[in-house]
């Protein structure tokens, strides 16, 4: 976002001498500290001035708006450097310095989802969506405890890794609840679309689920692409339609057609838009519980 | 990445949390669960080794700085003072953090850059070109889509433009030791950084914003 001020006057160059290289703050004009934006977020400000920025911050609105967008944009440079791979023995040495570092807790007994679903187990599903109604229930330490867990879950939803290595991901708390027991997270495969992937994270019940997808094309004017559920002896039926996005990713939200414990297939083609009774095209990808092809 | 020589009693269950995402697994660091942060080291462990690799031009100190940032989130760090950043944004700003602080330790006084600085963007075949692996071998990295991306939008820029963030990035100057370096006045360096900035985050941005958000079906 470009900003008036002295902005227009500084877009080009100026030549040795001139005006940048006036002191800040103190000469004939004041240097506007949005200009101060890029250098902060390269970290390329002196101490003081980053002082002077870092208490100019809070007072600025379009400073603190435009600076989380600039600095995720430098966080990329790294990928511009040739990847290089540290040595093996490093990652053996980070679990020999954390299994002796005094400032860590003993090794854990099981893996995050163990340990939220042995929190999340002896709570009611009302801990996570608040049932209505006036009665009050007795809290328990348990559900007090994971209601923290989600909590923080929740909270850390909030922050998106933008740019991640292993592409789109479901929302936290949906993922979560998917890997506990009663969910279940479907990793949906096929030949039909070359390098893509999809999963479908359902909550407990199948109350939520979201599929996410990752390498699908985007696919033709006119097009889209249409998920569909199975049950044994039916025929296949629509989850609903979705896009994705220039990379070929998508993160959408299903309503489930069919009971979460009945589905024993699910598949993405490719249909005219916006959407099909029942599938014409390929299945694109597919899951069933043993692997077979999806029968239609 | 990493795939052979890994801890035994905890490789699978590190496995099984590969498609979790970056929240599950600071998560789980935060309930101390090692195959958490395994899972997370396995996914970014190159990023941040390039970086540091690069800013310290020595493997040996850079995978010490490595060890010390994953040590730094396995402590949770990572959960409670991101500020914003994303998990892989925060292990990138404490590597070069830490790593501006070695190189000056190790030479005060001397600003000079690690290692001469990146030209592949000029070339139009700079996303063919190769990193190498621990072993030294080395491996293609062209279908790396992140990477052709910022490579391609740094090649935008104006060859000072570019070398002006390349030194205030990846060897931790500030913009005064840019210009003594380069025998600039302050002002250049700060119009030459600030353009180049804004010029990186016009091309970068759309598909920053466009990432997850052009998904249908919400």
């Known amino acids: ?296 | 990445m990493g795939d052979s020589g890994h801890d035994s009693a905890a490789d699978g269950t590190a496995d099984d949390l590969r498609s979790a995402s970056d929240e599950m697994l600071l998560l789980g660091i935060r309930m101390r669960d090692e195959t958490a942060l395994l899972a997370l080291y396995d996914r970014y462990s190159e990023l941040v080794f390039t970086l540091a690799a690069r800013m310290l031009d020595d493997r040996e100190a850079a995978e010490g700085l490595l060890e010390e940032v994953f040590l730094r989130c396995w402590r949770g760090a990572a959960s409670s003072d991101r500020a914003g950043r994303t998990v892989p944004g925060w292990l990138l700003g404490q590597a070069r953090s830490r790593a501006i602080e070695l190189r000056r330790e190790r030479a005060p006084g001397d600003r000079s850059p690690a290692r001469a600085v990146v030209r592949e963007a000029d070339s139009p075949d700079a996303t063919e070109s190769a990193g190498a692996s621990g072993d030294g071998q080395a491996r293609p990295a062209a279908d790396d889509p992140e990477r052709t991306l910022v490579v391609r939008a740094l090649a935008e820029l104006s060859p000072p433009q570019r070398e002006a963030i390349e030194l205030a990035y990846f060897d931790g100057l500030t913009q005064a030791e840019v210009a003594a370096r380069l025998g600039l006045s302050i002002g250049t360096v700060k119009v030459r950084l600030r353009d180049g900035v804004r010029r990186l985050r016009a091309l970068l941005g759309p598909t920053l914003d466009g990432h997850r958000a052009g998904a249908g079906g919400r």
């Open chain 1, 1 to 296: 976002m470009m900003h008036a001020t002295l902005n227009d006057r500084f877009h080009d160059e100026p030549p040795p001498g001139e005006p940048f290289d006036r002191p800040i703050g103190g000469g004939a004009f004041e240097e506007p500290l949005h200009d101060w934006l890029e250098a902060y977020a390269l970290g390329a400000l002196d101490a003081d001035d980053r002082e002077r920025f870092e208490e100019h911050l809070p007072t600025c609105d379009l400073c603190r708006a435009d600076l989380s967008a600039h600095v995720r944009m430098v966080d990329l440079l790294t990928y511009s450097l040739p990847p290089e791979r540290p040595a093996e023995g490093a990652r053996q040495r980070l679990v020999a310095t954390i299994r002796s570092d005094a400032a860590s807790p003993p090794p854990p007994r099981s893996t995050p989802a163990q340990e939220l679903a042995a929190v999340l187990r002896s709570v009611p599903p009302a801990a996570a969506r608040p049932a209505p109604g006036p009665a009050r229930r007795q809290v328990r330490p348990s559900a007090l405890l994971a209601g923290a867990a989600l909590a923080l879950l929740l909270g850390l939803g909030a922050v998106v890794g933008l740019w991640s290595v292993t592409g789109p991901h479901a929302s936290p708390e949906v993922e979560l609840l998917a890997r506990l027991p009663g969910g279940r997270v479907l990793s949906l495969v096929g030949t039909g679309a070359p390098g893509a992937a999809a999963t479908l994270f359902v909550v407990t019940g199948g109350s939520r689920a979201e599929l996410v997808v990752d390498g699908l094309p985007p696919p033709p004017a006119g097009r889209v692409y249409q998920l569909w559920f199975g049950e044994p002896g039916q025929p296949l039926r629509s989850g609903g339609v979705f896009g994705v996005n220039s990379r070929g990713d998508g993160l959408v939200r299903v309503a489930l057609p069919v009971p979460l414990d009945r589905v024993a297939a699910v598949a993405i083609t490719q249909e005219a838009a916006p959407g099909v009774r029942a599938p014409t095209g390929v299945h694109l990808l597919d899951w069933t519980p043993n692997g077979a092809p999806v029968s239609k």
